[in-house]
């Protein structure tokens, strides 16, 4: 494993350990990037809802500020990459990334865990659903999302916890690989679920992503110091890939997020 895109600090109130304490695990394990993508702050359309899994607005200063003073410190060991990884709110898309754009942020990756709107009436990704409707907006975001044109990549795009019909879970997500493959975005198999024995990574979504020829990413999802590039994890996630067939990268060509 050469990088790693997908790591959280502290900020996000669900992750442990320092973000220097991050960069030496990945140096000692061989990394030759390391990506932060901590869940992003968003400008909420309810100005007082503070959301419990992400950073506020007013942390991104203090974000950046470490990892940046940290990639220089380690410029010479491991190259630093500070991203978001962020949500799909239609309706807050270009406001948020007004904000972002006063920063020096070097790429999003997509990790819709709600669907809608969390800060008004939004659905978890995690929730066992059987509703189709839900299913499809699930794709739909996704879709619009990497339709911008500034998402990198898909992390765990089989999150949505779809326990309905096979076919029709199978039909929905075929657009999604799809409209990746289109646009040249990897998928990301989220080894934090294979640690965690979520219900992600899916083997019926990968099974479809191999037979459809998608490009797949290994990815972290580091919560903890321990999570980064490790080895017997990153064995195991191979050997997942391995069974359907999938084309794994090493690394990829981020995209501007603006």
């Not at 990506?35 to 968003?42: I, K, V």
């Not at 990884?85 to 070097?106: A, H, I, S």
């Not at 990968?206 to 590039?229: S, Y």
């Not at 080895?231 to 391995?242: G, L, N, R, T, V």
Request: aromatic content about 12%.
């Amino acid at each position: 494993m050469k990088a790693n895109y997908h790591t959280h600090t502290p900020l996000c109130r669900h992750a442990w350990g320092s973000e220097e304490e991050y960069i030496q695990k990945a140096i000692t394990e061989g990394l030759e990037i390391l990506g932060f993508s901590d869940h992003a702050p968003h400008v909420f359309a309810t100005e007082d809802f503070d959301s419990p899994a992400r950073m506020k607005i007013s942390q991104i200063g203090q974000y950046f500020e470490t990892l940046l003073a940290l990639r220089k410190k380690y410029k010479d060991y491991i190259q630093i990459l500070i991203g978001f990884e962020t949500e799909y709110y239609p309706l807050l898309w270009e406001k948020t990334r007004q904000v972002y754009k006063n920063y020096p942020l070097d790429y999003l990756i997509l990790g819709n865990h709600q669907i809608g709107n969390e800060s008004i009436s939004a659905l978890n990704s995690f929730s066992a659903t059987k509703d189709e409707s839900t299913l499809k907006s699930y794709v739909d975001y996704c879709i619009a999302a990497c339709e911008t044109g500034k998402i990198s990549f898909i992390a765990h795009p089989d999150v949505i916890n779809f326990v309905g019909d096979g076919d029709t879970y199978l039909r929905e997500m075929t657009r999604l690989i799809k409209k990746a493959n289109e646009l040249a975005l990897p998928l990301e198999i989220n080894m934090y679920g294979l640690r965690e024995n979520r219900a992600y990574p899916r083997a019926d979504f990968w099974t479809l992503a191999g037979a459809l020829g998608a490009t797949a990413i290994l990815g972290c999802d580091c919560h903890r110091i321990e999570h980064v590039a490790d080895q017997d994890e990153i064995k195991q996630a191979q050997e997942y890939a391995a069974r359907f067939g999938l084309n794994i990268v090493d690394k990829i060509d981020l995209r501007s997020p603006f």
